[in-house]
């Protein structure tokens, strides 16, 4: 066994074994090895290390910087790993120990956190990668465009969430999660998401928040509030659009009329010349349809503004 050392530094050890023949290297091939060897190691970890500040100064300049010449920055991007017609998302997490705690076993489960993190995400098909902001870590989530399971990542990302306050407890955890984009310009999109996320995390006192999960706050806070008007109503109402559209059932008009009536049904059925037992029918279709419960305050609320936005926006483009 033979210490592999540079300096003051240890690179680890060199264990020569056989069972045949007595083990006894040349004195000149040894040294060699022992010089060589920490040399090598040095030199890489060096590569890995420009590498990493590449990537890292290079997202901080997607995350941060007017994009002019699109196509330069998608050859760039593939040389770094980020490729243009993966989806991407961010993630951005503030996490810090709690004063009781070890500072010792702190650090641990810091380290098991995102390590945990790296091998859930990966489970599930994404390529993950993670770099250190100021105050905060930027969690970068790709997954190649056919990947389904991106529709699905808010419900992974509360499922990792809940296992946080568990496993973790020496720590305190906030995030927020961006929605799913692709290209370059996506990127930016998702971070300016996740920043909102993650206010609104810090804000509810949640460990784990998601943009999608956001309602009016995401309204206010877009980019291009028509745009985001439209994907709000489109993921709220969009099945009983469709559903009204292909059956003529006319569940849309029956939930304007429950809610401008606060849910008397009698009076519903009233104003729509309707039998009452046709509109409780609708009403448990429009539960179904759009798996929000209309006697719940946050779903009638959702779908009354959803609604709203259609009718004042939606219907006049």
């Known amino acids: 066994m033979y210490e592999l050392k540079s300096g003051d530094h240890s690179f680890g050890y060199l264990y020569l074994y056989s069972s045949v023949f007595e083990v006894n ?134 499922l990792f969430s809940n296992s946080v306050a568990n496993h973790y407890g020496t720590l305190n955890i906030t995030a927020g999660c961006g929605r799913p984009h692709t290209g370059i310009t996506g990127l930016a999109q998702s971070d300016r998401e996740a920043r909102i996320a993650l206010r609104a995390a810090q804000n509810c006192k949640r460990s784990f928040t998601c943009f999608d999960e956001l309602d009016v706050l995401r309204l206010i806070c877009a980019d291009n509030p028509n745009h985001e008007i439209d994907m709000f109503v489109q993921e709220t109402l969009g099945r009983l659009i469709e559903y009204d559209r292909t059956k003529n059932a006319e569940l849309l008009r029956t939930l304007e009329c429950y809610l401008k009536n606060m849910g008397n049904l009698r009076q519903v059925s009233k104003d729509m010349y309707t039998h009452y037992n046709t509109i409780t029918y609708r009403l448990k279709n429009i539960i179904e349809i759009t798996n929000l419960n209309i006697n719940h305050y946050e779903d009638r609320f959702r779908l009354e503004l959803a609604l709203s936005l259609y009718k004042d926006l939606g219907e006049k483009k």
Do not use: W
Request: net charge negative; charged share 25%.
């Open 25 to 158: 290297p040349e004195p000149r091939i040894l040294y060699q090895i022992q010089h060589v060897v920490p040399l090598e190691i040095t030199r890489e970890q060096q590569k890995q290390a420009f590498r990493k500040d590449d990537f890292t100064n290079y997202v901080f300049h997607l995350l941060s910087d007017q994009i002019l010449d699109e196509q330069t920055e998608l050859s760039r991007a593939a040389e770094l790993g980020i490729l243009a017609e993966e989806a991407h998302v961010i993630i951005r997490m503030q996490v810090s120990s709690q004063k009781s705690a070890n500072s010792y076993v702190a650090d641990i489960q810091h380290s098991l956190l995102f390590n945990n993190m790296r091998s859930y995400f990966e489970g599930y098909g994404f390529s993950i990668r993670t770099i250190k902001d100021t105050g905060e870590h930027i969690v970068l989530l790709s997954a190649p465009g056919e990947n389904r399971n991106l529709s699905d990542l808010n419900r992974l990302c509360t």
